[in-house]
Nanobody, 119 residues
Framework: QGPLVESGGGSVQAGGSLRLSCTASRSVFSMSAMAWYRQVPGKEREFVARSNVGGSPNYADSVKGRFTISRDNAKNTVYLLLNNLKPEDTAVYFC?????????????WGQGTQVTVSS
């Protein structure tokens, strides 16, 4: 296993919901901005949402009002709740732990989890 372990992808119909999870070690989690990105074949990986260390979350415009990112510090886990899913949300979703925001060099990626939304 890598430093980040993801789970929670799957297949749903449009309008449905999924929750993604990403767990890290305590040392990584506590000192990282935790984020989610997504990628479809042939396109660049794109930012979805970020949970900052002690700050407000950030969202891509395309998911604002539908997705919610949250951190559980006791479980060293970041969640991404995907509501009102659309077919264009279909992608592989990657968790990211960026330690550079706290002066550390790491920038870890999870293995990716597939989200498929059918119309």
């Amino acid at each position: 296993q890598g430093p980040l372990v993801e789970s929670g992808g799957g297949s749903v119909q449009a309008g449905g919901s999924l929750r993604l999870s990403c767990t890290a070690s305590r040392s990584v989690f506590s000192m990282s901005a935790m984020a989610w990105y997504r990628q479809v074949p042939g396109k660049e990986r794109e930012f979805v949402a970020r949970s900052n260390v002690g700050g407000s979350p950030n969202y891509a415009d395309s998911v604002k009002g539908r997705f919610t990112i949250s951190r559980d510090n006791a479980k060293n886990t970041v969640y991404l709740l995907l509501n009102n899913l659309k077919p264009e949300d279909t992608a592989v979703y990657f968790c990211n732990a960026d330690g550079r925001v706290t002066g550390l060099p790491h920038n870890y990626w999870g293995q990716g989890t597939q989200v498929t939304v059918s119309s």
